[in-house]
């Protein structure tokens, strides 16, 4: 079972409101809040949808650059011990340490 949804590039995790009886989402990766409800699957996807069109179509109306999900640039920090040690294994494995990286990631999220 899957919790996510994905359209035109964008995806976005649903969850369920017991209380309102509905289900919603928000576009994931992007900075703009961007949600959807409907009260079935159906009408939920459509919802998405839409939502992701009408972005679209708003950025395109005030000339303004639709965000993407992603760049596929990645920043972050670890301990120096660990980069130390990640280098290590790109250079012995013949790669770079972001080809490595990438590699590394890849295998982790599937």
Excluded at 61 to 83: A, I, N, T, W
Aim: aromatic letters at 10%; charged letters at 25%.
């Amino acid at each position: 079972m899957s919790n996510v949804m994905t359209y035109k590039g964008y995806s976005a995790r649903i969850e369920y409101d017991d209380e309102d009886s509905i289900l919603f989402g928000q576009i994931a990766g992007i900075r703009d809040g961007v949600g959807f409800h409907a009260d079935t699957v159906g009408g939920l996807r459509a919802a998405f949808h839409e939502a992701v069109d009408d972005y679209l179509e708003t950025c395109t109306k005030v000339g303004k650059e639709p965000q993407k999900p992603y760049s596929g640039k990645v920043m972050f920090r670890v301990s120096p011990e660990l980069h130390r040690k990640a280098a290590l294994a790109a250079e012995l494995a013949g790669k770079s340490l972001n080809q490595w990286a990438e590699e590394a990631l890849a295998r982790a999220v599937k």
